[in-house]
């Protein structure tokens, strides 16, 4: 079966950095847009980053664009997510999510099939 686990998270200063990995099995990973939701509480699960199929292409929610990094590695079926300068509001619960993206890409939450179990990020000020 589909298993994403995340790793990662932690408690960090305003300021600081943490990096998340996601690890697959079940899927052929390398067809698989990888993405990264979080949700804060009180709040909806929201659309943080992605990396398509293939590697070369990410798109950014503007609220992280310049301080966020998305990568992958094919060959260990692992999604990463570089987070840098980090602020009190990036505080979440941050899940990893995969669809298959070779007819098309989405950052729409409800067309993920596959979720992690999600890694809490905590960011004192």
């Known amino acids: 079966q589909v298993q994403l686990v995340e790793s990662g998270g932690g408690l960090v200063q305003a300021g600081g950095s943490l990096r998340l990995s996601c690890g697959a099995s079940?899927?052929?990973?390398?067809?698989?847009?990888m993405a990264w939701f979080r949700q804060a509480p009180g709040k909806e699960r929201e659309f943080v980053a992605i990396?398509?199929?293939?590697?070369?292409?990410?798109y950014y929610a503007d609220s992280v664009k310049g301080r966020f990094t998305a990568s992958r590695d094919d060959a260990t079926s692992t999604a990463y997510l570089q987070m840098n300068s980090l602020k009190a509001e990036d505080t979440a619960v941050y899940y990893c999510?995969?669809?298959?993206?070779?007819?098309?890409?989405?950052?729409?939450?409800?067309?993920?099939?596959?979720w992690g179990q999600g890694t809490q990020v905590t960011v004192s000020s």
């Open positions: 999510a995969a669809r298959d993206g070779r007819n098309s890409m989405s950052i729409v939450r409800n067309e993920y099939h596959y």
């Open positions: 079940g899927i052929t990973f390398r067809q698989y847009d």
């Open positions: 990396i398509i199929w293939g590697g070369s292409t990410s």
